[in-house]
């Protein structure tokens, strides 16, 4: 089955740096890769997702990038904020599976 | 999102107890998921469901059983067989958005369950 790695466990970077989080996938039929922002006691919110006939995608201060041949995809924050500061997931799956995610990053953005 | 509802929000057990778990979903969604999250541990998957009157294990499925007689019900036993059971699990769904098949996961606001 897919087993998805995320690194790294724990992230501090200052108000106004970028952030970069890391995740590895190893079944080479998963096709979709979303990110997920949770905040403490709150459910996992979607922030942006990309699918393998894509390398990457934007969304404001957001970008994913994907590496199908590495099995590598990763989320990129720029211009931290302070309520950018949460748990970050990456999940992988292929079409009619359940995700799978990764152990999650614990963002801490400081002012 | 809001048309995924669980209850309760806080669940205490008793050792030896069986005990349910709602999940329901008012988005016409075919798919539901269940998930157990343990600080670092990311979220497990227990049982997941693509069509009514059926479901698949997942990693974690020991000690858990589920249902899914209605399409927006997919509710969760824990059993006393599993051994560790205080967490905080998700219930999630997928499916028709926007006119579109999507594999897009929506998630509920949980249930803390906590074993006295």
């Known amino acids: 089955g897919e087993n998805v790695e995320q690194h790294p466990s724990t992230l501090s970077v200052q108000e106004g740096d970028s952030a970069v989080i890391k995740c590895t996938y190893s079944?080479?039929?998963?096709?979709?890769f979303p990110w997920y922002k949770q905040e403490l006691g709150k459910r996992p919110q979607l922030i942006i997702d990309?699918?393998?006939?894509?390398g990457e995608k934007k969304d404001q201060r957001i970008a994913v990038t994907l590496n199908k041949t590495a099995k590598h995809f990763s989320l990129h924050i720029t211009e931290t904020q302070p309520e950018d500061s949460a748990v970050y997931f990456c999940a992988a799956s292929s079409w009619g599976t359940a995700l799978i995610f990764g152990k999650g990053t614990t963002l801490s953005v400081s002012s | 999102d809001g048309g995924i509802t669980q209850s309760p929000k806080y669940l205490f057990r008793k050792e030896g107890q069986n005990v349910t778990l709602s999940c329901e979903q008012n988005?016409?969604?075919?798919?539901m998921y269940w998930y157990r999250q343990d600080p670092g541990q990311g979220l497990r998957l227990i049982y997941y469901?693509?069509?009514?009157?059926?479901?698949q294990k997942g990693d974690i499925a020991e000690g858990y059983s589920v249902s899914r007689e209605k399409k927006e019900s997919f509710p969760l036993t824990v059993t006393s067989a599993q051994k560790n059971p205080t967490a905080f699990y998700l219930c999630?769904?997928?499916?028709?958005?926007?006119?579109?098949?999507?594999?897009?996961?929506?998630f509920g606001p949980g249930t803390r369950l906590t074993v006295l």
């Open positions: 988005l016409n969604h075919d798919a």
């Open positions: 079944d080479s039929a998963s096709n979709y």
């Open positions: 990309i699918r393998s006939n894509v």
């Open positions: 469901s693509q069509i009514v009157n059926d479901f």
């Open positions: 999630a769904s997928s499916g028709e958005r926007g006119g579109l098949i999507t594999d897009t996961q929506y």
